[in-house]
């Protein structure tokens, strides 16, 4: 895996210059794709250095250009080169803005908890292309909402660093504490399905065996990460007001704060502290200092360019974007193909290939479509009612390209 390249570091560098700003009417145009390409090449390619420990080029390509500029591609890359604090150091104010994407993302996934989605079973049903883009649009958009929820993490680790209008936006503004114990409280990223255990992992649920149940999964750390580095910093603590809903809503960490969590977690042994000598204290009156805030310059800048139009730039890109030929749909089929390279995929996939049928890790794919993974004869007979419409469609694609 160490000598897979998708980019050469000369290629990594024209790409990164070439990152730009697209107004929105021009988003899904040909100049936006081309870049979006180039973001998953990127992406990738960042990956694939993390995987085989040879430096981070990418990210010290982004830190030197000050290109931290499509969304599930951008989550992607930053959840990837986030992981360094220099990066989140090199971001500066723009950082205000990644806190807030951040937190709206949380927030909605926090929202929709009690929303369950639709089975294993009732997921085999959706047959019409409609049903099943809006099922692919909603795991995106859950997938999306988890990244974030790392990138936040990476966020507080430089929490001693960041600037005040920082601070005040996460602790005062969003109150991140308190919407962290609602995911500890909710976790989203977990289900019973069928009398059985699931966990979101690596893009896909997957089922508990019951001796690992008691397990820290990655996401529940991340939550805890953040809310230790939120909790304990001297200078988090400084900024943030312990009111009587805050101590209460931090309180019901308590209940959390087992032996086996203490096991996997010995930090957190501080933060069981913190909480016990909070529950004794007197809460604080909201505070009423004088505090010039900063606007996160992003979004306030979207907002203002685009007020009163957004009517006319829906009708542009109806007209003038998403209007396209099959013969462009083809080829812009064509070039994802090239983008998104099987030797890549499997290079930058944090696991080994999975059965579809019986998630078992798997070493024989589909010789129609290429795109499902089996463990064996057996599994893929009994997959087939599912996978059979789809592998049809995939293997006419091939034979027209």
Known sequence: MGDLELLLPGEADVLVRGLRSFQIREMGSGGWNQQHENLEKLNMQAILDATASQGEPIQELLVTHGKIHHEASIINLLETVFFHKEVCESAEDTVLDLVDYCHRKLTLLVAHCGHDGPSEEEESQYSTPIQELQKQAELMEFEIALKALSVLRYITDCVDSLSLSTLSRMLSTHNLPCLLVELLEHSPWSRQEGGKLQQFESGRWQTVPPSEQQKLSKLDGQVWIALYNLLLSPEARAHYCLTNFAKGQ???????????????????????????????????????????????????????????????????????????????LRLQAQRWAETYRLDVLEAVAPERPRCAYCSAEASKRCSRCQNEWYCCRECQVKHWEKHGKSCVVAAQGDRAK
């Open 250 to 328: 931090l309180l019901k960490l308590q209940a959390f704060l087992t032996d086996t969590l203490l096991d996997q977690m010995p930090n957190l042994a501080d933060l069981q502290g913190f909480l016990a000598h909070l529950a004794l204290a007197e809460a604080q009156p909201p505070k009423k200092d004088l505090v010039l805030e900063q606007i996160p310059e992003i979004w306030e800048r979207l907002e203002q360019e685009n007020k009163g139009k957004w009517q006319a730039i829906a009708k542009h890109q109806l007209q003038h974007i998403f209007s396209t030929s099959e013969q462009d």
